[in-house]
């Protein structure tokens, strides 16, 4: 229904519109017990071989929502009811702050990708938590946590520290944002010195509460060899939980479309189809090299059972949704946990 009706008239609109405009709709259908009892009869598909121990958690199965659709945690209570075994709200940031200016979302439907140059656009952490603390699924959620723009680098850990403290109570892990394209200077704090700093400091934190929360990394798909072998050198160093591959990638290849018209896009990173190649080559380099010492959530250009697929074989404990749910719709989830099933992959 979804591909049929829904997405023709969402994909008429400006995509910013439609993304709000498809959160009212799932407030209006899924903002009550007896719509989400309904939706999860038809999306939702339970099967014990799909249930997951990591991290100290159980997931109700591998396929997880990315952060960046539900950033504000208005919809993460409608959303589960569609079969998610987690979703990832954020990035969050301490103070509320626009974002950059529109437009800044774009589709590129010939290729099944989207441009995003959104810039951590949000209400702020507080809010967002007072949301999470009223929580009514038992969906394990995952706090993506960043900085403000007006932060600079040097300052970057008061941000983190102040995120991971005002989510601890109300999420079950959370992911270290560093790598979006978006946020000036941001992926600096990929670098090893500043980075190794930044999770030390919030490991230490973590390690002083009664109960620790998994702590994650998000790394960008635009890392060198080299680099990834400083992020594995840091998942040792850090004792962090796992890391997500990957976020959105500056580069422009493959698409289909003109240059003269990507080029007039601008800026913002690329996600959806023409990333599924290099993200799967970033999780199985991660797990070769590192020998399989530690988690991977894969992400990046799954929008079919074969792409899911692709990606665990490569190594990816967990796998995420964002582009490919909006192209797809949510019938996907379902299609993914059913397919892992039937060729016994778990």
Do not use: W
């Amino acid at each position: 229904m979804y591909k049929l009706l829904l997405k023709p008239l969402l994909f008429r609109l400006n995509p910013e519109k439609a993304h709000y405009l498809t959160f009212d709709l799932m407030k209006f259908a899924l903002g009550n017990a007896f719509g989400r009892s309904i939706a999860s009869s038809i999306f939702g598909y339970k099967h014990p071989k799909l249930k997951k121990q990591l991290f100290g958690l159980t997931f109700e199965n591998p396929v997880g929502l990315a952060a960046g659709l539900d950033k504000d945690a208005k919809v993460f209570n409608e959303l589960s009811s569609l079969g998610f075994g987690f979703i990832e709200i954020g990035t969050l940031t301490p103070k509320p702050q626009p974002g950059n200016d529109k437009p800044r979302l774009f589709r590129l439907p010939n290729d099944n990708a989207l441009i995003n140059r959104m810039g951590f656009n949000n209400e702020g952490v507080d809010t967002a938590a007072i949301r999470l603390k009223n929580r009514k699924t038992n969906t394990i959620i995952g706090g993506n946590i960043g900085k403000n723009k007006i932060t600079a680098n040097e300052d970057a850990i008061k941000d983190y520290e102040y995120c991971f403290n005002a989510l601890f109570d109300v999420v079950d892990y959370f992911v270290v944002n560093v790598s979006s394209p978006n946020t000036p200077n941001l992926r600096e704090l990929q670098d090893k010195e500043p980075l190794t700093h930044l999770l030390n400091h919030l490991q230490t934190i973590n390690n002083a509460k009664s109960k620790r929360k998994p702590l994650l990394l998000k790394i960008a798909p635009d890392l060198t060899d080299s680099q990834l072998d400083d992020i594995i050198d840091i998942v040792a160093s850090t004792k962090i939980d796992g890391i997500v591959a990957t976020n959105t990638t500056i580069a422009r290849e493959p698409l289909t479309y003109p240059k003269a018209e990507i080029e007039a896009i601008g800026m913002g990173g690329l996600s959806g189809k023409p990333l599924t190649k290099r993200s799967t080559e970033v999780i199985k380099y991660l797990k070769t090299k590192s020998n399989n010492a530690f988690p991977v959530i894969g992400v990046g250009g799954i929008h079919s059972p074969e792409d899911a697929i692709e990606k665990i074989k490569a190594g990816a404990d967990l796998i995420q949704l964002y582009t490919g749910f909006i192209y797809e719709g949510p019938a996907l989830i379902k299609k993914i946990n059913k397919e892992l099933i039937h060729q016994n992959i778990l």
